[in-house]
């Protein structure tokens, strides 16, 4: 650990050398010890967006404060506007995103004005080896009743090996037009063409696709009452579908829609579905037999949510799916794949706030597939409560699986019943307004038993158990909002067992033993310091085969440095040391144990990045890292050098974010990766060093948007 403590000096004096500090910006502070950061200086600066009050806002939407962030975060709205829209909407706060991107490409929400978008967007990824070119438009004109709107993503791939050139497309396009007869509802047509094209020269089976579906649409709108909406949509036309498999031609319909039913505050049901399908002949392109074929799929998915915001409330949600899907066979037959999935799931919750609260929970499914079918039940418990100063969290969840797998090649087919069992807890109770500590356990038993389907063939897996139960302490020390500090001692033991007694040799018990130590203090407004220090042990026993102990060690240090030096110049430092030796485990006669060490792995890397953005439309970063990697083993009894290795990555960049005149906009990221390895090899004692490998290429990616 020499090297470890010379680094870890000079990493001092980096940090000592970063004292030219401006102040740093902070974000919001919490209001009492119970409330953890919910703002940072990034999200209010940047999004213009504030999460004061977060956590007692969430508390009375009864929903998490982290998905409640999240909502603003992705659609860009305040609390309070997305609260309000919420309200008005009659709907919970987490749709309102969903319904107003939905409505964005509803014929029904447009008036009779006349306007019109029209969006371009081109990206261009370089890298080593492999080029990627993205193009895509989306268009929509309204003029009266009558609406048009196209979208095409077109995306061109293009990769070297061996001197070789890899080429792959992928073209989408989806026009459609409507004229809207009645406030509810549209006639029209659309157009669905798609394309896929790959080639490698050193392929013989290179493939391609084009499949264009040519249909009339209507689209219909009912308001039944105010508590009951429904949307249905249907679509008629021409099939032509082509690529190396088969040539299909022939009908094709569509059939989709959803219902929705609301009873005041205490009752809402979601219902949506939809069924397609085509009819048609069919050929391989090779052949001249037609085949009538036929392809159907049908899916249906439901949500009903029963007194969703008072102290007892349910929630069941109910999916199922079938689909048939028929392709030419060599020998001119056709052959059928059919597939299905059905599930349902229930939710009682018994809640008084988000910190006592009791969830209670079953599930149900079966599904059938290429290779079998599987039927799964389970039951699951959630619970919190917080009682002054003491908040206790458990979990238990109970799984029952029956999978049954047909043949495939040399493996019989095979039935593997399985019931998973797990339960968790943790304890956390503060001490003052500095020290918190938490007490948490889990366990778990995992069994399976496989059983042929075939008389007496032998199934491809063995009766097991997987038992698995652990603790860990955890204390937590915050001298004031500079300085925080944390250590921490987990305990675990996995023992997996196989039933028969021809595999008992096996079986093993893993005892591990976890400490962790890590502490963050910020030196100066600006200039953090951070480390984690940990160490594990694993021992691992053969309890039917002794001399197959073994125990592995880990030491394991992490410091950071991060300075903000200028409000436009950051420095980032990380210096990663670990040290891994492993060997056989052997319990002596007086009952202590001993380890022969047989390989010993260290591992170092330094690594740094420094960030300048002179303007908001330009940043240029540096990431020099360093790695070294020493691998020792017992040669003889004597230890040996087995192999070291040295690495320098080195990667220089600029971000760039450009407006574009009045409505576009080039973003991207330009730069030029250098990386340097050498590794050399011992045998016998004798070092055989590999050449020198060097990488020197350009990479990045650049995408423009056009909005009219």
């Known amino acids: 650990m020499r090297n470890l403590r010379r680094l870890l000096a000079g990493l001092v004096l980096v940090g000592l050398g970063l004292l030219a500090i401006v102040p740093s910006g902070r974000a919001q502070a919490p209001l009492s010890a119970r409330f953890a950061f919910a703002d940072t200086t990034l999200l209010r600066d940047t999004l213009g967006l504030k999460f004061d009050r ?14 409640l962030r999240a909502q603003m975060i992705r659609y860009r709205l305040p609390m309070f506007r997305l609260i309000a829209m919420a309200d008005s909407m009659g709907m919970p706060v987490d749709s309102v995103g969903v319904i107003i991107t939905r409505e964005r490409f509803n014929a029904f929400s447009t008036d009779d004005a006349t306007k019109g978008t029209f969006r371009y967007t081109s990206g261009y990824n370089i890298a080593k080896t492999t080029t990627v070119w993205t193009n895509g438009g989306d268009f929509t004109l309204n003029r009266g009743k ?83 909406q429904s949307d249905l949509n249907m679509f008629a036309g021409t099939l032509n579908l082509k690529n190396f498999g088969q040539i299909k031609q022939g009908f094709t319909g569509d059939v989709n829609g959803r219902l929705r039913v609301s009873r005041g505050q205490w009752f809402s049901h979601d219902v949506s579905g939809g069924v397609n399908g085509n009819l048609a002949r069919t050929r391989r392109p090779a052949s001249t037999v037609d085949l009538r074929t036929h392809d159907l799929a049908a899916s249906l998915r439901g949500t009903a949510q029963i007194f969703q915001a008072s102290a007892v409330s349910a929630n069941i949600n109910y999916s199922g799916r079938r689909s048939t899907v028929e392709t030419p066979t060599d020998a001119d037959t056709v052959n059928r794949l059919i597939t299905s999935g059905y599930t349902v799931d229930a939710t009682l919750r018994l809640r008084l706030d988000n910190d006592r609260f009791l969830n209670l929970s079953g599930n149900a499914g079966t599904g059938t597939s290429l290779t079998g079918v599987r039927d799964d039940y389970g039951f699951r418990a959630q619970a919190r409560w917080v009682q002054g100063v003491w908040a206790l ?38 001490f003052g307004r500095r ?82 130590w890590r ?190």
């Open 146 to 228: 009558m609406y048009l709107r196209n979208g095409t993503n077109i995306v061109m791939d293009r990769s070297t090996a061996g001197g070789r050139v890899s080429q792959r497309q992928t073209r989408e396009s989806t026009t459609e037009a409507n004229w809207r007869t009645s406030p509810n509802l549209s006639l029209g047509g659309r157009a669905l063409i798609t394309g896929f094209d790959s080639f490698d020269p050193a392929s013989t089976t290179n493939e391609g696709e084009t499949k264009s579906e040519l249909q009339v649409s209507a689209r219909t709108r009912q308001q039944m009452s105010r508590q009951m």
């Open 435 to 516: 020290v918190t500590a938490k007490l948490s356990g889990n366990i778990s038993l995992s069994q399976s038993r496989p059983v042929s389907l075939e008389g007496n063939a032998t199934p491809p897996t063995t009766p097991r158990d997987s038992y698995r139960q652990s603790y860990r302490v955890e204390g937590i020390y915050t001298a004031n909002e500079r300085l925080n500090t944390g250590v921490a001692l987990e305990v675990a033991l996995a023992r997996s067992i196989n039933l028969p007694a021809a595999s008992t040799s096996n079986n093993t018990d893993t005892r591990s033993y976890r400490g962790e």
């Open 54 to 67: 977060l956590f007692e806002t969430a508390d009375s939407l009864r929903m998490l404060p982290d998905s």
């Open 393 to 430: 969290d458990g979990d238990y969840a109970n799984l029952i699986r029956n999978s049954e797998f047909l043949r495939r090649g040399n493996s019989p087919a095979y039935r593997d019943d399985g019931d998973d069992n797990t339960a968790s807890g943790q304890l956390t109770r503060p």
């Open 519 to 708: 502490w963050s203090y910020r030196l100066m407004r600006g200039f953090t310091a951070s480390q984690t220090n940990t160490i594990i042990s694993d021992y691992q026993f053969y309890p039917f085969a002794p001399e197959r102990n073994t125990l592995s060690l880990d030491y394991n240090a992490v410091t950071n440095l991060n300075a903000v030096l200028t409000p436009r110049l950051t420095v980032e430092l990380s210096h990663n040391a670990r040290q891994q030796p492993t060997g056989d485990w052997r319990v002596l006669d007086d009952g202590t144990g001993a380890l022969l060490p047989a390989n010993e792995s260290m591992n170092y890397t330094l690594r740094s990045r420094v960030t300048w953005s002179p303007s908001p439309a330009l940043s240029l970063f540096l990431t020099p890292e360093y790695q070294a990697s020493d691998r020792t083993g017992t040669v003889n009894g004597n230890e040996a050098p087995t192999r070291t290795s040295r690495r320098l990555n080195f990667t220089g960049a600029a971000n760039i974010n450009v407006p574009v005149g009045a409505r576009g906009n080039l973003t991207g990221t330009v730069g030029r990766t250098f990386s340097s390895d050498r590794t050399t090899t011992y045998s016998q004692g004798l070092p055989q060093a590999s050449p020198l490998a060097e990488q020197d290429y350009w990479n990045g990616s650049l995408q423009f948007s056009w909005e009219l």
